[in-house]
């Protein structure tokens, strides 16, 4: 009972939050190190990038993984706190070169193999990684994956209409932003009672601190911009099917961003890992 609890306790650790430069731009990490890991998991979040807001994530993955992988998440530039780029505004192409050199950067000399877990867009982001360093990623997981426009979606098309107008983006910046009169308590009894509802303590403060900045709202919708005229193509499928046996998808039944329709497409190809709902 004595060893299994000290292992126990030794696969319970929290995240580290740290910042870096990387690509010149200040950037949000949160890492758990292994002592000796036998792989790494590089997290890439959706959008927006928070990365603190899959803090409890990272936390249980560490965990079921039992302490062999060491887990780290890079945040988005500039889906901040604070407002480390002045002001300035990146795009989906830009974020994903970010992530490029990150690696190039911080997991160059990993003598170990990468898994890349990505959330929603982060999902995409994942698979131009895989396409960079295909020697060094040995899978690729997608968790509600963002891989191409859903043309059924009203609240898609919704958010892509604010996203395509300057002036929209930033009136709906400041008025999120706008939200910090409210002090923090009242901010977080706001987001619980609304988008946030089935969220963890966490995830509520993620929100409050990060996505109430205009620079941070700015990135948001600047960034989702230029990912719907990049994810207005078809998905790579002959990169996916080359590349099938590194690949897995997690799809959920009321997810706008990867519906059952992209669902069904992936199917066609027998050999990937699927699983439907299997978070519900």
Same mark, same amino acid.
Request: charged share 20%; glycine share 4%; with cysteine.
């Given at each position: 009972?004595?060893?299994?609890?000290?292992?126990?306790?030794?696969?319970?650790?929290?995240?580290k939050?740290r910042?870096?430069r990387?690509s010149?731009?200040?950037?949000e990490?949160?890492?758990?190190?292994?002592?000796?890991?036998?792989?790494?998991?590089l997290?890439?979040?959706?959008n927006?990038g928070?990365?603190?807001?899959?803090?409890?994530?990272?936390?249980?993955?560490?965990?079921?993984?039992?302490g062999?992988?060491?887990?780290i998440?890079?945040?988005?530039?500039?889906?901040?706190?604070?407002?480390w780029e002045?002001?300035?505004?990146?795009?989906?192409?830009?974020?994903?070169d970010?992530?490029?050199?990150?690696?190039?950067?911080?997991?160059?000399s990993?003598?170990?193999?990468?898994?890349?877990v990505?959330?929603?867009?982060?999902?995409?982001?994942?698979?131009?990684?895989?396409?960079?360093?295909?020697?060094?990623?040995?899978?690729?997981?997608g %968790?509600?994956?963002? /891989?191409? !426009?859903?043309?059924? #979606?009203?609240?898609?098309? =919704?958010?892509? @209409?604010?996203?395509?107008? *300057?002036?929209?983006?930033a009136t709906?910046s400041f %008025?999120?932003?706008s /939200?910090? !009169?409210?002090?923090? #308590?009242?901010?977080?009894? =706001?987001?619980? @009672?609304?988008?946030g509802? *089935?969220?963890?303590?966490?995830?509520?403060?993620?929100?409050?601190?990060? /996505?109430?900045q205009?620079?941070?709202?700015?990135?948001?919708?600047?960034?989702? @911009?230029?990912e719907?005229r990049?994810?207005?193509?078809e998905?790579?499928?002959?990169?996916?099917?080359?590349?099938?046996?590194?690949l897995?998808?997690?799809?959920?039944?009321?997810?706008?961003?990867?519906?059952l329709?992209?669902?069904?497409?992936?199917t066609?190809?027998?050999?990937?890992?699927?699983?439907?709902?299997?978070?519900?």
């Open positions: 009972m004595e060893t299994q609890n000290k292992l126990m306790n030794e696969t319970k650790r929290h995240v939050s910042l870096c990387v010149g731009s200040m950037t990490m949160m890492e758990i190190q292994a002592e000796n890991p036998t792989f790494h998991v997290f890439i979040p959706g927006p928070v990365v603190s807001f899959y803090k409890d994530f990272l936390e249980s993955l560490y965990e079921f993984l039992g062999n992988a060491s887990v998440a890079i945040g988005q530039i500039s889906h901040t706190s604070k407002d002045s002001g300035r505004l990146f795009s989906f192409q830009e974020q994903i970010h992530k490029i050199d990150f690696i190039r950067q911080e997991l160059e990993v003598k170990v193999p990468i898994i890349l990505g959330h929603s867009i982060g999902s995409y982001i994942s698979l131009e990684l895989l396409k960079k360093f295909s020697d060094k990623v040995v899978y690729c997981i %968790l509600y994956p963002f /891989l191409t !426009l859903n043309q059924q #979606s009203t609240k898609q098309s =919704l958010i892509g @209409k604010l996203a395509a107008s *300057s002036v929209l983006s709906a %008025l999120i932003a /939200l910090r !009169l409210l002090p923090m #308590s009242a901010a977080r009894l =706001l987001v619980s @009672k609304s988008i509802a *089935s969220w963890s303590d966490t995830a509520v403060q993620a929100t409050c601190t990060h /996505l109430r205009y620079h941070t709202m700015r990135n948001v919708l600047f960034m989702a @911009k230029s719907f990049e994810l207005a193509a998905p790579d499928w002959d990169f996916m099917r080359e590349n099938q046996s590194k897995a998808f997690l799809f959920g039944i009321d997810d706008h961003w990867g519906p329709q992209l669902f069904e497409e992936v066609w190809f027998p050999f990937f890992s699927l699983n439907q709902n299997a978070l519900s």
